[in-house]
């Protein structure tokens, strides 16, 4: 893969890089005489081709792509449900872990207010460490009221995954 871009009409963008090899600046010149075959992949509107393209020239990095090459990724909102007490979390990173990922999404700020938001609707832990019952007492998250306490054994087992259900639907 050379290049990676995005069209509302494919074929005007080919056609402009086809004409008088003399209208063309030096580095498209060089571009269309690499040029070996033609992909495309139809998406459903504007804002799923610019995510695509985004995550096609991260992951090929083709040579005459110069903008979209940073490492950053989408922001997913990942709920763990592997987990005996599931968490909300944000992420640029969708693995195959067997947690359940959300988006992606193109602005990192408003994933974060939505995760604020879903968090006061439902107060789900935000713990990273491990669950144990030998902990003495509960964590800030709880006395703030935004968690309850699944740790200490404040919320049974499945109250707590009615709520993962809720957040889930939402």
């Not at 600046?25 to 459903?44: E, F, H, P, W």
């Not at 439902?122 to 009221?145: A, D, T, W, Y």
């Amino acid at each position: 893969m050379i290049y990676i871009g995005k069209a509302k009409k494919l074929s005007h963008r080919v056609r402009s890089y086809f004409q008088k090899k003399e209208t063309l600046d030096t580095k498209t010149r060089a571009l269309v005489g690499s040029i070996d075959s033609i992909d495309y992949i139809a998406t459903r509107n504007e804002l799923e081709a610019l995510i695509l393209e985004c995550n096609l020239i991260k992951e090929h990095r083709p040579k005459y792509n110069i903008k979209l090459k940073d490492d950053k990724r989408y922001p997913y909102i990942k709920l763990t449900v592997h987990e005996k007490f599931p968490r909300l979390l944000v992420t640029r990173n969708a693995e195959h872990d067997g947690s359940e990922y959300f988006g992606p999404y193109s602005d990192v700020k408003a994933v974060r207010r939505t995760l604020r938001f879903l968090r006061t609707l439902f107060p789900l832990r935000k713990c990273k460490g491990r669950l144990s019952s030998g902990r003495n007492r509960e964590c800030l998250n709880f006395h703030i009221k935004q968690c309850l306490g699944p740790c200490q054994g404040h919320i049974g087992e499945g109250e707590y995954w009615e709520m993962v259900r809720n957040a889930r639907l939402f």
